[in-house]
């Protein structure tokens, strides 16, 4: 990649010692917008609890969105648990450009959907990342001014659980991302989604809305839903902070096979309560992120962002 500070910068922060650090921030932060300029839509999908399957919901969010006609980048912050790749099974590498000043093109999934994880920059995909935040601030910041996304109605980030370092450079260093914040239903989970909640309103990260994932098992054989992890965790808290509820996700085991075997779930035609579930989902943040023009904080003229103007949230 087109860093033009050489090595003596690599430990550096964002608010770096380096001499030449203030200057060559601002160039990136003006590589950033400039990759970053022909995006509608900017994502991050996050959670406040690891295993509750953002990266799951990022996926199919992104091939859903692919699959309706929709241009959509993916691209996978999560430094210590890559997984977009295994979960699309992408072989290919990125490739340099032949000319270092070009911007580098993402790998295509498919003609609709681009994508981009932090894991091609190990060597081995079984090598531990094991930096400190200067690190990791640097590292995405320099992969989102190199990236060549061209034009897309949606971008999503799927970044690491919690409030650390990826979540907070996404959230400060891409104009107009949105969050969408995933959690399961029962009440550790939520405890952390809160916390999510409030680190999007400290940092002024609009959130599009929040999803409950892994919501009741519907038993393949009778039909029945058996509540796991409890019921209707999400949507409660979606209301207790005055959050628009995006849907719930059930638990299918279908998911975890299509997730480990690279063969995702949503590219399969299937007629299941999972599939039908991930559409719904979909829909809701189509109608809230119209692929239209880009909308720094659709909640701050109205109170809603919503088109149907039926969801009666704030
Ligand atoms: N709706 C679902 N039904 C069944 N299994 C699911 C569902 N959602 C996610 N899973 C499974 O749960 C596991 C964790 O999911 P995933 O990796 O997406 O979580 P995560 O929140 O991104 O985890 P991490 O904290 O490591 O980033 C995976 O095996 C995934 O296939």
Known sequence: MSSSCGSSCESSSQNSSCGSGDARLAQQDIAITRSLGKIKNKILVMSGKGGVGKSTVAVNLALCLAKKGHKVGLMDVDLHGPDVVRMLN?????????NPD???PPLAFNENLKVVSLEYMMKDRDDAIIWRGPLKIQAIRQFLADMDWGELDYLIVDAPPGTGD???????????VQAVVVTTPQAVALADVRKSINFCKAVDMPIVGVVENMAGFVCPHCGETVDIFSKGGGEETARDFDLPFL???PMDPRVVVAGDTGTPYLSSNEDSPAIKAFDAVVTAVERRLPPGPATVNPFAATGCACTSGGCGSK
């Open 90 to 98: 992408l072989t290919g590498t990125l490739e340099p450009p032949a």
């Open 166 to 176: 990826e979540p907070l450079t996404v959230a400060q260093t891409i104009p107009g």
């Open 247 to 249: 849907g719930r996700v």
């Open 102 to 104: 070009d911007l580098i």
